[in-house]
């Protein structure tokens, strides 16, 4: 038999660490070419990566949440051919060299990037890495899968001397409950009950078919049993948002445990803070508002709601607005640019790949519509729908976060007014949507008379790079949203 390594490629973007989330196989296991063997957190999505041989599971040569570096060997493949049988799984230097001959089976759109050799030291002082390790006169004990990891957790059926009697019986016990294949749960939950020490196996599910979701986690870790079914709709894994959800799920309930917890930074929680800082501290941030009526916006929504087009995707204000965001950088143009600081030129891009903020359970991304500007209301609806879904479902690949022109983050979902939000990094503005609230409104009739009427009324913003967008062009660009917003059927005039 032969055994071929199996390296950490880069997943994309020119990413150099990821977290293992999940694996999809043990030892023993057959696969086929192109089967998706585990799960990796990178710093900007979850992905799953395929296996570029057929053959059987030799080893696992990572375990479920370390953090390595793309190059790592992390799974051994028996490929069953050759004549004489191989030594046992190899451990550090053969792993290494089957690993360097197995690039070139690489599938399409992995491998570590041309000339990209520089990687940032581990911050972890875990376990030793594999390929450090000696070769073993003994077999390499593989990585456990989550059920012996359990196991391990929990020894059973061990020939121990019995305990003394007491006086009282001990209360009966539950009958075990099997523990063949996994828990039902999603790769977030799995990730939260890890976090928080919980064995998902003692877990009750109140999900669809007995799936376990966060707040029975929670609820178990808080002593009240399960939660109710309704935990599906938990704001951690709420639609497309404008701001990073807060991470509640990713914590004990309040009150409860120890006073204070430390969660690492990693992730894609790790990137957003550092891009943020950049971008902060690099573009000189100019922030505008517009108070404006959007009574027109809302019976054209409820209009669209009721049409046979619409009937199959989500129609929102957001859509609204992502429309007239392109109408308005066609009469703006110098809004979707940006700046190279190397070459001091001013790039003006002549398309908007539309970017949307999303809150999701691993934290804040920003997923875009690439060629917004080429669809018509009907497709930036169902873009948006895939986009929400994908991004909910932590699913979001790193090209679909990358080549974004502009953005737009919609606090209106947690009923915020308005905000300063910070330019996304490569971008030069940024559109902050508020809450829409009916007030009392001045509103002038066809003999030019004032009276106030309730209309329905919400707050735009928008932050931009004072290098390159002055004043002039950003308060045009913001006015002109305002007037689509107004009254919808301006933008039958400007085409």
Not at 97 to 122: D, H, N
Not at 189 to 211: E, H, N, P, Y
Not at 433 to 460: M, S, Y
Request: proline share 8%.
């Amino acid at each position: 038999m032969a055994i071929k390594t199996f390296n950490l490629p880069d997943p994309g973007e020119g990413l150099v660490e990821a977290e293992i989330v999940e694996w999809k196989v043990a030892p023993g296991d057959s696969v086929k070419v192109n089967d998706m063997v585990l799960e990796i957190e990178t710093a900007k999505s979850l992905v799953e990566l395929p296996i570029p041989w057929a053959g059987t599971v030799k080893e696992l040569l990572v375990e479920v949440g370390q953090t390595i570096d793309v190059g790592t060997p992390i799974i051994s493949i028996d490929d069953g051919k050759g004549g004489d049988e191989a030594p046992q799984a190899p451990a550090a230097g053969a792993a290494s060299a089957e690993g360097t001959g197995a690039s070139e089976a690489i599938l399409v759109g992995y491998g570590a990037k041309a000339g990209a050799t520089a990687r940032r030291p581990r911050k972890a002082a875990g376990a030793a890495p594999v390929a450090s390790a000696p070769a073993a006169s003994a077999p390499t004990a593989s990585a456990p899968t989550e059920t012996e990891q359990i196991a391990e957790a929990e020894p059973v059926a061990e020939p121990v001397a019995p305990a003394p009697r007491t006086e009282s019986p001990a209360p009966p016990v539950a009958e075990p409950v099997s523990r063949e294949g996994r828990p039902k749960a999603k790769p977030p939950v799995r990730k939260l009950a890890k976090d928080l020490g919980v064995d998902l196996w003692s877990v009750q599910g109140s999900g669809t078919d007995g799936i376990i979701t966060r707040d029975d986690v929670q609820a178990f870790v808080s002593g009240s049993g399960s939660a109710a079914a309704q935990a599906d709709s938990a704001p951690a894994t709420s639609a497309v948002n404008g701001v990073a959800a807060p991470g509640a799920a990713a914590y004990a309930p309040f009150g409860s445990g120890p006073r204070e917890e430390r969660i690492p930074i990693k992730g894609v929680r790790k990137m957003t803070a550092q891009a943020m800082v950049g971008s902060a501290f690099t573009a000189p941030h100019v922030t505008e508002w517009i108070t404006i009526d959007v009574t027109k916006t809302m019976e054209l929504v409820d209009r669209l709601k009721g049409s046979r087009e619409f009937k199959d995707v989500k129609v929102t204000p957001l859509l609204v607005l992502a429309r007239a965001l392109v109408l308005a950088v066609r009469r703006n143009p110098g809004m979707n640019a940006t700046w190279d600081e190397a070459a001091q030129e001013i790039v003006q891009k002549n398309y908007v790949n539309l970017g949307i903020a999303a809150a999701t359970p691993r934290g804040l991304i920003v997923p875009n519509i690439k060629d917004a500007h080429g669809m018509t209301m009907l497709e930036l609806a169902q873009a948006i729908g895939s986009l929400t879904a994908t991004a909910r479902e932590g699913r979001t690949q790193p090209a679909e976060m990358s080549g974004g022109t502009m953005t737009i983050t919609n606090v209106g979902d947690f009923g915020v007014d308005s905000g300063t939000p910070i330019i996304n990094p490569g971008e030069s503005a940024i559109v902050c949507f508020g809450a829409i609230r009916k007030q009392p409104w001045v509103v002038t009739d066809a003999d030019g008379n004032d009276e106030i009427a309730i209309r329905h009324v919400t707050q735009l913003a928008v932050s931009f790079d004072h290098r390159l967008i002055d004043g002039e062009l950003g308060s045009r660009f913001l006015s002109d949203l305002a007037a689509i917003l107004s009254d919808p059927a301006q933008a039958l005039v400007w085409g």
